[in-house]
């Protein structure tokens, strides 16, 4: 079985450029979470949508970051415009809502100069 | 705040020694305690799990300690081999909220 997808894996941009994160959760689970994974701050959650509603978005550091859900299967997290401040690991996970596990993808390194 | 407090950050071991990883929580609402292993270049993968209504649990190598009383976790690692070197991350959630709230990580090398 396929695990949660994440494209692309890494990603090199200028600051101000916009940059869009991609995921695919595992088929059945309706529930998708987006992370971020920097040394200073460990694993950051920033959003989190159920059925393809965001629950949560407390997270999220500023307006510059955005997510959608448009489907059960495929999620973006959009960043506009980038900063060299928001260079770290993006992880997506999946889990079923009545189940406590959540299954990570690969992550994007995403890396603003 | 940091709802889930995690020790040590790093931790060096020898192999076959036993390691361990402590964390300590706050919120009395949490009913689930996983562990998390993470190699580098890769996500946070389930490792083992416990619920407040067992005091221990053990899956092959590893074993989750639980004191509810104390509000405190830990990961124990016995015989620990070089394989094992990963960075581990306790968690914590309410069984009514959706969001784990991770520890800071732990750094675990054991070495040859």
């Known amino acids: 079985d396929a695990g949660v997808i994440q494209s692309p894996r890494h990603e090199v941009t200028e600051m101000g450029q916009e940059v869009t994160l991609r995921c695919k959760p595992i088929s059945g689970h309706n529930s998708l979470f987006w992370y971020r994974q920097t040394m200073m701050r460990g694993l950051e959650l920033l959003i989190y949508?159920?059925?393809?509603?965001?629950?949560?978005d407390s997270g999220m550091p500023e307006d510059r970051f955005s997510a959608k859900m448009p489907n059960a299967s495929f999620s973006t997290l959009k960043i506009q415009p980038s900063e060299p401040r928001d260079s770290a690991v993006y992880f997506c996970?999946?889990?079923?809502?009545?189940?406590?596990?959540?299954?990570f993808g690969p992550g994007t390194r995403l890396t603003v100069t | 705040q940091q709802q889930v407090k995690q020790s040590p950050q790093s931790l060096i071991v020898q192999k076959g020694g036993i390691s361990i990883i402590n964390c300590a929580y706050e919120?009395?609402?949490?009913?689930?305690f996983p562990w998390y292993q993470q190699f580098p270049g890769k996500g946070p993968a389930l490792l083992i799990a416990?619920?407040?209504?067992?005091s221990e649990k053990k899956e092959g190598r590893f074993t989750i300690s639980f004191n509810k009383s104390a509000k405190q976790f830990s990961l124990h690692i016995m015989d620990s081999q070089p394989g094992d070197s990963a960075t581990y991350f306790c968690?914590?959630?309410?069984?009514?909220?959706?969001?784990?709230?991770f520890g800071k990580g732990t750094t675990l090398s054991v070495s040859s």
């Open positions: 416990i619920r407040p209504d067992v």
């Open positions: 919120n009395t609402a949490f009913d689930y």
């Open positions: 949508f159920n059925n393809n509603v965001p629950i949560d």
């Open positions: 996970a999946s889990s079923l809502q009545v189940l406590y596990e959540q299954y």
């Open positions: 968690a914590a959630k309410e069984q009514a909220g959706t969001a784990l709230i």
